[in-house]
T-cell receptor, first 115, second 109 residues
């Protein structure tokens, strides 16, 4: 069964460093997303990406964050100048651009720990 | 903005039925989703409602009333493995999901 894959599963970084979280969405999906879940809190939308551009972003997704689709399969989230409060599980998701099949499928997540 | 409310915790006995309610107020509506999330894992898709009524899928059913901004997830014949967090999520017109805080269901023997 097709699945969204994310690497790495766990990333530890020092405060102020840049990290890149990687995702391979399901191949025939056209919408891509990044969500964040701080430990013990709800899943929060960060950004959606469609047709090679950002379609929507939340207030969390400020200039510290950027997304890129560098090739036909990868979808990355870059976090610059990481802060302690960026520590969270980051989920990538993808969905078909079909109003009858809009469910998003989530990757297993990257646990980011900023120390 | 989006406002999605669901109870924080519920406890039930193995073999029983549990109903998790969700109320929402959102700008734009393209469907309501229920996801299951075990601790430390990704949310996994359970159900999707875009029209009013009941959708049944095995032991799980989900109901939607758009006029009331209300949904519920019904879990029947509870099993120990159903112990998890259940997330109500609403899709706005651009397909992004806004999640509720989740309901932690504990199944006891």
């Amino acid at each position: 069964e097709p699945e969204v894959t994310q690497t790495p599963s766990h990333q530890v970084t020092q405060m102020g460093q840049e990290v890149i979280l990687r995702c391979v969405p399901i191949s025939n999906h056209l919408y891509f997303y990044w969500y964040r879940q701080i430990l013990g809190q709800k899943v929060e939308f960060l950004v959606s990406f469609y047709n090679n551009e950002i379609s929507e972003k939340s207030e969390i997704f400020d200039d510290q964050f950027s997304v890129e689709r560098p090739d036909g399969s990868n979808f990355t989230l870059k976090i610059r100048s990481t802060k302690l409060e960026d520590s969270a599980m980051y989920f990538c998701a993808s969905s078909e651009a079909d109003r009858d099949k809009t469910e998003a499928f989530f990757g297993q997540g990257t646990r980011l720990t900023v120390v | 903005g989006q406002n999605i409310d669901q109870p924080t915790e519920m406890t039930a006995t193995e073999g029983a039925i549990v109903q998790i309610n969700c109320t929402y107020q959102t700008s734009g509506f393209n469907g309501l989703f229920w996801y299951q999330q075990h601790a430390g894992e990704a949310p996994t898709f359970l159900s999707y409602n875009v029209l009013d009524g009941l959708e049944e899928k095995g032991r799980f059913s989900s109901f939607l009333s758009r006029s009331k901004g209300y949904s519920y997830l019904l879990l029947k014949e509870l099993q120990m493995k159903d112990s998890a967090s259940y997330l109500c999520a609403v899709s706005s017109n651009d397909y992004k999901l806004s999640f509720g805080a989740g309901t932690t269901v504990t199944v006891r023997a």
